[in-house]
């Protein structure tokens, strides 16, 4: 058992929180999403918070716990539906809540520390040179921006960019190592992989260098059909048109978009099917042009004045990716939601399939993104949850229609993302972290390097620490 | 015949010019790239080259000219390929240099005259806003944007946005008609086909509204491959990575890019062929890397500095398109060309299966565009012309491979474009211009709506004004 006490002293100085319920506090992420990792984390805690304010105290940190042998989980803003952030071994919670300095921003690139969070990112890029980030989270009045890095993959933009896994979305990140001596590891181009999406299990991000891209002033656009089709199709001809600037395209069947988003509800039917969507300015005629077309309804615009109580509505951006389902949440408790990619180009076929197949205990909720240069689409369906083995047995009909499930409802890198070792990810851990003490239990190639992926099983982390 | 004098007395105090030389010479664009054009199209003239300077004085002329039957053909810069402004049937020439009004710069748009040369345009827009137009010709340093919207369909930027076809790539137009009172008609949306390619036969455009994006200080890139496969294979990956932001990507097969690009001939081997790139600066790395993994050279990036005599290159988009032609041309004047889509998804395999059957007398030349939703490439080839009927074999190859041209041979918007009227355009120019006085010649539609296509004989304009 390590000596948290005697860490504790070597570490004074630096800011730190031992108070259970606070320690429990920072020890939790958004994984009560999923019902599955609620019943498997909901007690998983911490033993310490430190909250540095600089890469020295990083390093400080890190040397300390390595000598001490004790866990480190880095925690961002703690927006992650997969349970990234949760200290499955106990130890100690890095929490990056105070470096947030923004070092500069430039034309096409900012630099920053990786607490700072999104929204703050994008108000000072806009307000100083008319530029935004080109990805976030639906979270991104709260999300920082190394949590992104760490546990994103994409979002609202990634219908322009494509996700966090394509190159030039990041431009180069600054690591910390877990060693006795801390190094700090500069990557750029393809070596950012290494990083990028590993849940903080292989180096502790100390900098962030962001692409930009031009800000305009997004209008918000719900348009409604009386066809789910009619819905997927018009989002994916939309996502299409590459002279029309959008920055999210999304498709909520009916009645969910009527029944969960309660502030729009006034502009949306229960009958109706939605495509919610944020647009340029200067793109709004052609949209409105491609609607009339297609015999879609305008429901709502952001830049044409509401009439009636003048009660504001939430930007679109929060009716998109898990926003939905947290709305629908809200609503319905047994409701959750999974992730799956339906692949271009029969990726509208296997929607419409799915739809049928599952009726309304999957409703079908769409965000349309660019996937290694083509237009396709993740389903985050509203899924009603009646046990695990249902859970189980929806995303195996997904996975046999061809449909990769990115699964919400586990807490390891491979079980949530492609099902196999990432080689290059468990290399730089190897290099980075030689005593496995970032994020245990996150990486199963670390952790268990004989897990048979074929058996369907869950992996269970052996060292699960409790509160 | 019309009486020229009298409609001069009717002009008086705009800017006219009458000299037969001077006039020829406004007569004139860039058609002799084509030596079929070229013999079929050299001695024609105009009677008249009126400059006007604002669009009272274009509604003006248009009344003057219509009260007179006299021909009216719009000229921008002249930079136009495909004889778009010569004046097959004499009369005026519309020479817009003098209106070039930049009005205003906004996040995300320009208004501005259709004189405005495209370079100014950015010029502008660059230092006062750090934005740039999305697409422009190779020839930016001369053509004007309204030349641009009426004779144009892309060029340098459709790699990423597609052509001026596509919805959200002109966002607004005004057209004065060609009628005893010249009315004004605003287009925008899907109206705005009317007008956009159609060589000024149904309307003079007065004001353009194009959508801007953010300028950055492009990267130009030179990279060299053993083969020619794998120089489009890496164009076409490149041109997929939806993170890379990249504003051109062309392919020019050896020995041409060595033997044509004289001022890169330096940098570019006999044997190579090469990708010519436009990337912003914070991709380089992740290019770099692509570049390693494709067992590419970077022969020439302008960001590092050239060791050696400090001599100045031109800039990659003046390596590409129809400068890639241009080049060729002053270096063997026996060198013309085509432009042909190779349509997604096996446009790779069709541009190889076309190098093969052609050889040395048709050298790959492509160039990669988004094209409804996917990248796909447009072959501008150098080809080593003999006659005109094996010029119209080689078409004929093409097209029965499934590669559309758009024969830079002919100077009919049809025979240039889609081998169909278009309807559209055809209703519109009934509607602005009842005497069919604006370019004649140039909508076979108009001309002779029996025309029968599948014939495969070359329209020939009845009416056509030699000097």
């Known amino acids: 058992m390590a000596d948290l006490d005697a860490l504790q002293a070597e570490l004074s100085g630096l800011k ?19 019902p599955v990792l609620k019943r498997r984390l909901d007690d998983v805690t911490g033993d310490l918070v430190v909250t540095p304010s600089s890469e020295d105290d990083v390093a400080r940190v890190l040397a300390a716990c390595y000598r001490h042998d004790v866990p480190v989980t880095v925690r961002g803003a703690g927006t992650g539906n997969y349970g990234q952030a949760m200290p499955l071994a106990g130890g100690v919670i890095l929490n990056m809540a105070e470096m947030t300095a923004i070092r500069s921003i430039e034309p096409g690139v900012v630099v920053c520390e990786p607490g700072a969070i999104m929204a703050d990112i994008d108000r000072r890029a806009r307000t100083e040179t008319g530029q935004e980030l080109r990805l976030h989270p639906s979270t991104h009045r709260t999300a920082s921006i190394g949590g992104f890095v760490a546990g994103g993959s994409g979002g609202v ?21 877990m060693e006795a001596e ?49 819905a997927a199709a018009f989002a994916d001809m939309v996502a299409n048109q590459d002279g029309i600037l959008t920055k999210e395209i999304a498709v909520v069947a009916a009645p969910a978009a009527h029944d969960y988003f309660l502030r729009h509800q006034r502009f949306i ?19 409105a042009g491609l609607v009339d077309r297609s015999k879609g309804t305008l429901t709502y615009r952001s830049d044409v004045t509401v009439a009636g109580d003048g009660e504001s509505v939430p930007p679109a951006y929060e009716l998109c990716w898990n926003h939905t389902t947290l709305r629908a949440l809200r609503v319905d408790p047994a409701i959750t939601y999974l992730q799956i990619l339906f692949p271009y180009p029969d990726h509208l076929t296997k929607v419409a399939a799915m739809a049928d197949k599952f009726g309304d205990e999957v409703v079908t909720h769409l965000e349309f993104v660019r996937f290694d ?67 245990p239990g996150k990486m199963i190639a670390w952790e268990d390097p004989s897990f048979d992926y074929s058996s369907h099983k869950t992996y269970l982390f052996p060292g699960l620490h409790r509160a």
């Open 16 to 34: 730190l929180e031992t108070h259970p319920s606070l320690v429990k506090q920072k020890s939790r992420d958004f994984f009560w999403y999923s």
């Open 373 to 439: 240069g083509n237009v396709a689409c993740f389903g985050l369906p509203l899924v009603r949850f009646t046990s695990e083995e249902r859970l189980d047995e929806i995303v195996s009909v997904f996975e046999t229609a061809g449909c990769p499930v990115f699964n919400p409802h586990r807490y390891t890198l491979e079980e949530g993302g492609m099902k196999q070792t990432d080689p290059v990810q468990l290399a730089f851990k190897k290099e980075t972290d030689p005593k496995g003490l970032l994020n």
């Open 269 to 287: 039917g229960r009958e109706q099917h939605v495509v919610v969507l944020m647009v340029a300015p200067f793109a709004m005629d052609a949209l």
């Open 182 to 230: 801390p190094r700090v590891i500069e990557l750029a181009g393809e070596d950012i992989h290494k990083v990028n999406h590993a849940y903080g299990t292989n180096g502790v991000i100390t900098e962030v260098t962001m692409p930009l891209t031009a800000a305009y002033e997004w209008v918000d656009v719900v348009v409604g059909f009386d066809a789910l089709s009619s």
């Open 157 to 177: 933009g990634s219908v322009r960019w494509g996700g966090l896994r394509d190159l030039g979305n990041i431009v180069r990140l600054k690591v910390l190592t």
